[in-house]
Structure formats: structure tokens, C-alpha cells
């Protein structure tokens, strides 16, 4: 019996809050080996440099939700991450950047509210798979991008030290108001 229960869990404090801070994109295949310890990425294998992790900030409105699908009649199990995205004010930067994104295949993490980063496409990457450019119709409408990124993978989003990430962001952001 190799699929054995290892504990159980308590309800915690309603100290916890939704919503992503900052989404991460550095390109597919640049990481190297991720070193794992009990289900947290600690750092990556790629040469200090090698690896450019570009900041997105955003505020409201992304999330990111995992789906875990199983099949006793299959034998498998694998969990499928969606994340939405969405980038107030429209202008020429970041539309260039987001149309090299959907043409990626990018690593994405994914830092939340609660201090904790999570990263997504570890092994195959993450494709976009819609998005939308608006400009709105009434005042209050938003007016700038979606993007809806999706990865397949066999382990939900590992939790990943900070560090292993922010040390290698690039100071490179747009701002769209300049």
C-alpha cells in the first residue's frame, strides 16, 4: 500500500487574504533543476544570470486556481493551473511584451497576498490560451489586458523561496503612463 495518509490538518485563524501581488515570467527551459525539499522549491540549478525573471504588478482581478483531476479507471492523476491575469491601461510596451508572452511557452511564479510565491509550469511551461484586449465602454470600465495562462503538469504549483526568485528579477518594468 503505497499511497498512505501522512496526517491530518486543523482549522486555521481567518488570518489568510485572496489575490496575487506579482506575476513572474522568465522563459521556458532557463531554470535548470529544481532543487525540492519538502515540497518547496529552494533554489534552481541555472548559472546565477542565466535565468531573467520579468515583474508584472498587478491589483485585483488575477487569480490563480489549480484543478486536480484524477481517474481511478485511468490510473492517473495530474493538476491542471489556470491563471488570470488582468493589466490596467492600455499602451505600446506592453502589448509588444504580451504578444511575446503568448507566443511563449513561459515559467510563471506567482506571489499572493500572503507572502507566499508558487511556481507554475515547472516541467511543460505555460501556454496562453486567451486574453482579450478592452478599451471599455462606460468610464469605469476597465480599459488595458486580460491574459489567461494554463499549465498541465503532474504536481500542483510548489511553493518556491522568494529569493529564488527575486534574486534574478529583472529591474526591466514598463510603465505604462510614461
Not at 522568465?26 to 534552481?44: C, K, N, Q
Not at 511557452?105 to 500572503?114: L, M
Not at 484586449?133 to 495562462?149: F, Q
Request: charged share 15%; net charge negative.
Amino acid at each position: 500500500m503505497g499511497c498512505s495518509l501522512t496526517s491530518g490538518r486543523k482549522v486555521p485563524c481567518k488570518s489568510a487574504v485572496g489575490g496575487i501581488k506579482t506575476i513572474y515570467f522568465a522563459d521556458y527551459g532557463t531554470l535548470g533543476d529544481a532543487t525540492i525539499v519538502s515540497g518547496e522549491i529552494t533554489e534552481f540549478s541555472a548559472p546565477l544570470g542565466s535565468t531573467i525573471w520579468y515583474q508584472f504588478d498587478v491589483k485585483g482581478n488575477s487569480s490563480m486556481e489549480t484543478a486536480i483531476t484524477s481517474s481511478r479507471e485511468n490510473g492517473t492523476t495530474f493538476y491542471d493551473t489556470t491563471l488570470n491575469m488582468t493589466l490596467t491601461f492600455q499602451d505600446k510596451a506592453t502589448q509588444e511584451e504580451l504578444k511575446l508572452i503568448a507566443h511563449a511557452r513561459p515559467h510563471v511564479a506567482v506571489e499572493d497576498y500572503n507572502g507566499n510565491f508558487f511556481l507554475v509550469g515547472l516541467e511543460n511551461g505555460g501556454d496562453v490560451n486567451g486574453g482579450t484586449i478592452v478599451t471599455g465602454a462606460a468610464m469605469g470600465d476597465l480599459t488595458g489586458y486580460t491574459l489567461t495562462v494554463n499549465a498541465q503538469e503532474t504536481a500542483p504549483p510548489y511553493f518556491v523561496t522568494p529569493s529564488a526568485i527575486t534574486d534574478n528579477a529583472s529591474g526591466v518594468q514598463i510603465d505604462p503612463t510614461a
